[in-house]
């Protein structure tokens, strides 16, 4: 209960936030911290909850992207029609990278997500209709009912989204789903013998994750007003959607939330202030001191400290 | 481009070359993870660092070869301490290491690629050599010298790595370090210190693959992802820790590639080691002569 009360208290807030004269650039800024809770949290269903690693965050970022761009294009459907399809593609694709994960485990996962990415972009630089190599230019529309400005929209949109997507993984984690999921990260041979349907585990975890990643790069033309497949498609997207959830700690639907927060905050200050190459440099740095100082994350220092101090 | 029998030909034979080449560039993982089980997703980061050392080099007049040559034993170093590190901190921990060592090579790669960037910017940079222009007539085909140097350099390092391993005490004691290490033990050798020395030998021969990519091709930061693509893939269809099998495998990616690229243009080039890779995972993750 007193989930769901903060978590409407966050949506009604932001509300009331975008209806508020702060600048701009602030919007612009807060979209990429939610994006990337939405982006950490999808990403842990898979990878902190079943220990698979997925590099393939891009894949389905771009392919929600495009998936939105074509609504966009062909329909000139809203926000929300983009974002439904966005999510139901690249479901698909998640389920089908579950079908894969039948017959690969460990690093042989992950370098396939990896090739899926590729193998995207490919399809969508030879697919003229989307803009090809070269890419889109977009017009914004400028009527956003009840939003002062699409850019506003834009953010609380994000908003819902992070909290849908805490909410997800929050259930997941609880409930016999997500206790499937951690028997099978610890022993997949030992879970299939208790019982633990662990393919359809799978199948579920990879959908939900791909269908919530996607869902998070559906905005992405709208937001940047200009698309292409290069910045799409960045391994970047991986890195940082894996930095974030083991900086902040994998056992708990928060730290994702808590390495995204920290992660995209420190990100933009260095964009802005220094370069935005220094900012994949902080991402792999901080991701290679936790994993080799912290590998719980923070969650895990909080879980020491707590015990220490008792 | 319209089909004909020259087209193909030439093709086939630019692909035979280039196959070698992508032997060369993946026989370090084939050591790295085919035959001691580390999930290296920084080979390629390292392959382009060497390439950019080669470039360094390169500055003060040094020929890219001898360049590649002067680099091994600094790489060879990097490698021993780089393999020490990640045992100290993921394999002595056993259990969770998975997702971690997988997170840390990923995170290493993009530390040298932006370290790159930060050196020397995002530009393309190319190697200088007498050998680098000029072409090799065979009857009507051209074939570009500097693929002909590649691929010699390349036949010689798979042969002297394959004889290094099965002739030597220490390059069978890796062989079979990742079969049985309670075994190596007793036969006196210590497992910690052969794979140090495996994963030297793996990153090592980086330096000499990393002067190959710039003699062929020239470099820029971030073409180490594509070649995560390629070398994973060659390591994989050759079927793990298969040193013949890499220069089977690479041969069959260079010449689908090239293939790809004269009949379908470049744009779909880069899909063919990703397909392959995809297609080899799903239907024969075995490799065609895995152990």
Same mark, same amino acid.
């Given at each position: 209960?007193?989930?769901?009360?903060?978590?409407?208290?966050?949506?009604?807030?932001?509300?009331?936030?975008?209806?508020?004269? #702060?600048?701009?650039?602030?919007?612009?800024?807060?979209?990429?911290?939610?994006?990337?809770?939405?982006?950490?949290?999808?990403?842990? /269903?898979?990878?902190?909850?079943?220990?698979?690693?997925?590099?393939?965050?891009?894949?389905?970022?771009?392919?929600?992207?495009?998936?939105?761009?074509? #609504?966009?294009?062909?329909?000139?459907?809203?926000?929300?029609?983009?974002?439904?399809?966005?999510?139901?593609?690249?479901?698909?694709?998640?389920?089908?990278?579950?079908?894969? &994960?039948?017959?690969?485990?460990? /690093?042989?996962?992950?370098?396939?997500?990896?090739?899926?990415?590729?193998?995207?972009?490919?399809?969508?630089?030879?697919?003229?209709?989307?803009?090809?190599?070269?890419?889109?230019?977009?017009?914004?529309?400028?009527?956003?009912?009840?939003?002062?400005?699409?850019?506003?929209?834009?953010?609380?949109?994000?908003?819902?989204?992070?909290?849908?997507?805490?909410?997800?993984?929050?259930?997941?984690?609880?409930?016999?789903?997500?206790?499937?999921?951690?028997?099978?990260?610890?022993?997949?041979?030992?879970?299939?013998?208790?019982?633990?349907?662990?393919?359809?585990?799978?199948?579920?975890?990879?959908?939900?994750?791909?269908?919530?990643?996607?869902?998070?790069?559906?905005?992405?033309?709208?937001?940047?007003?200009?698309?292409?497949?290069?910045?799409?498609?960045?391994?970047?997207?991986? #890195? &940082?959607?894996?930095?974030?959830?083991?900086?902040?700690?994998?056992?708990?639907?928060?730290?994702?939330?808590?390495?995204?927060?920290?992660?995209?905050?420190?990100?933009?200050?260095?964009?802005?202030?220094?370069?935005?190459?220094?900012?994949?440099?902080?991402?792999?740095?901080?991701?290679?001191?936790?994993?080799?100082?912290?590998?719980?994350?923070?969650?895990?220092?909080?879980?020491?400290?707590?015990?220490?101090?008792? | 481009?319209? @089909?004909?029998?020259?087209?193909?030909?030439?093709?086939?034979?630019?692909?035979?070359?280039?196959?070698? $080449?992508?032997?060369?560039?993946?026989?370090?993982?084939?050591?790295?993870?085919?035959?001691?089980?580390?999930?290296?997703?920084?080979?390629?980061? =390292?392959?382009?660092?060497?390439?950019?050392?080669?470039?360094?080099?390169?500055?003060?007049?040094?020929?890219?070869?001898?360049?590649?040559?002067?680099?091994?034993?600094?790489?060879?170093?990097?490698?021993?301490?780089?393999?020490?590190?990640?045992?100290?901190?993921?394999?002595?921990?056993?259990?969770?290491?998975?997702?971690?060592?997988?997170?840390? $090579?990923?995170?290493?790669?993009?530390?040298?690629?932006?370290?790159?960037?930060?050196?020397?910017?995002?530009?393309?940079?190319?190697?200088?050599?007498?050998?680098?222009?000029?072409?090799?007539?065979? *009857?009507?085909?051209?074939?570009?010298?500097?693929?002909?140097?590649?691929?010699?350099?390349?036949?010689?390092?798979?042969?002297?790595?394959?004889?290094?391993?099965?002739?030597? @005490?220490?390059?069978?004691?890796?062989? %079979?370090?990742?079969?049985?290490?309670? %075994?190596?033990? !007793? =036969?006196?050798?210590?497992?910690?210190?052969?794979?140090?020395?495996?994963?030297?030998?793996?990153?090592?021969?980086?330096?000499?693959?990393?002067?190959? !990519?710039?003699?062929?091709?020239?470099?820029?930061?971030? =073409?180490?992802?594509?070649?995560?693509?390629?070398?994973?893939?060659?390591?994989?269809?050759?079927?793990?820790?298969? =040193?013949?099998?890499?220069?089977?495998?690479?041969?069959?990616?260079?010449?689908?590639?090239?293939?790809?690229?004269?009949? !379908?243009?470049?744009?779909?080039?880069?899909?063919?080691?990703?397909?392959?890779?995809?297609?080899?995972?799903?239907?024969?993750?075995?490799?065609?002569? *895995?152990?």
């Amino acid at each position: 209960m007193r989930f769901w009360s903060i978590c409407a208290g966050f949506i009604v807030l932001a509300f009331g936030l975008v209806q508020s004269p #702060v600048n701009d650039y602030f919007f612009f800024a807060g979209f990429v911290i939610l994006q990337a809770i939405v982006l950490a949290t999808a990403w842990n /269903i898979l990878g902190g909850y079943a220990g698979y690693v997925n590099f393939g965050v891009p894949a389905f970022v771009g392919t929600g992207a495009y998936a939105a761009l074509l #609504v966009h294009l062909s329909i000139s459907g809203p926000l929300i029609v983009q974002i439904l399809f966005a999510a139901l593609v690249s479901g698909a694709l998640g389920f089908l990278v579950g079908l894969i &994960s039948v017959r690969l485990r460990g /690093i042989f996962f992950s370098i396939a997500t990896v090739a899926l990415v590729f193998i995207m972009e490919t399809l969508v630089i030879n697919w003229r209709y989307l803009g090809g190599a070269t890419g889109l230019q977009l017009t914004r529309p400028t009527e956003a009912w009840p939003f002062d400005g699409y850019v506003r929209m834009l953010f609380w949109v994000m908003v819902v989204m992070a909290v849908i997507a805490l909410a997800i993984a929050r259930y997941i984690q609880d409930s016999h789903f997500g206790r499937g999921l951690r028997a099978l990260r610890d022993s997949e041979d030992a879970a299939e013998c208790a019982g633990v349907p662990t393919l359809r585990l799978k199948l579920m975890a990879c959908t939900v994750s791909g269908a919530l990643l996607g869902a998070a790069g559906a905005p992405m033309p709208m937001y940047m007003s200009y698309i292409e497949p290069y910045s799409s498609f960045n391994l970047v997207y991986a #890195v &940082s959607a894996l930095a974030m959830p083991i900086i902040g700690g994998m056992s708990h639907w928060i730290g994702p939330l808590v390495g995204a927060i920290l992660l995209a905050t420190i990100q933009q200050i260095v964009t802005v202030t220094i370069s935005s190459e220094l900012n994949v440099l902080v991402v792999g740095v901080l991701l290679v001191v936790f994993v080799i100082a912290a590998p719980d994350g923070i969650v895990g220092l909080y879980r020491k400290w707590k015990a220490s101090s008792k | 481009m319209a @089909f004909s029998v020259d087209l193909l030909i030439e093709a086939v034979i630019f692909g035979l070359l280039l196959g070698c $080449f992508y032997a060369a560039v993946s026989i370090g993982l084939s050591v790295a993870f085919g035959l001691l089980d580390v999930p290296h997703v920084a080979h390629p980061a =390292m392959l382009i660092l060497g390439s950019y050392g080669v470039y360094l080099l390169g500055q003060y007049g040094v020929d890219p070869i001898v360049a590649g040559l002067l680099l091994t034993p600094v790489f060879f170093f990097l490698g021993a301490g780089l393999y020490r590190m990640y045992y100290e901190t993921f394999e002595k921990r056993g259990q969770s290491a998975a997702v971690n060592g997988l997170a840390f $090579f990923f995170g290493l790669a993009f530390i040298i690629e932006v370290l790159l960037v930060v050196a020397f910017g995002v530009d393309q940079r190319s190697a200088e050599a007498g050998y680098i222009g000029g072409s090799l007539k065979l *009857g009507e085909f051209r074939i570009p010298f500097r693929l002909v140097v590649a691929f010699g350099v390349a036949l010689v390092l798979t042969a002297a790595l394959t004889a290094y391993l099965s002739r030597t @005490f220490t390059g069978r004691a890796i062989k %079979a370090v990742g079969q049985d290490e309670a %075994a190596l033990r !007793l =036969m006196g050798a210590d497992p910690v210190r052969i794979k140090q020395i495996a994963f030297g030998i793996a990153t090592g021969v980086n330096a000499l693959a990393g002067a190959m !990519l710039i003699i062929v091709t020239p470099v820029e930061p971030t =073409m180490d992802r594509i070649y995560i693509g390629r070398t994973f893939c060659v390591v994989v269809l050759a079927g793990l820790g298969s =040193m013949s099998g890499t220069l089977v495998a690479a041969i069959i990616l260079g010449v689908a590639e090239s293939i790809v690229l004269m009949f !379908l243009g470049a744009s779909w080039a880069p899909a063919v080691a990703f397909g392959l890779l995809l297609a080899v995972l799903a239907f024969r993750p075995k490799g065609l002569f *895995g152990r």
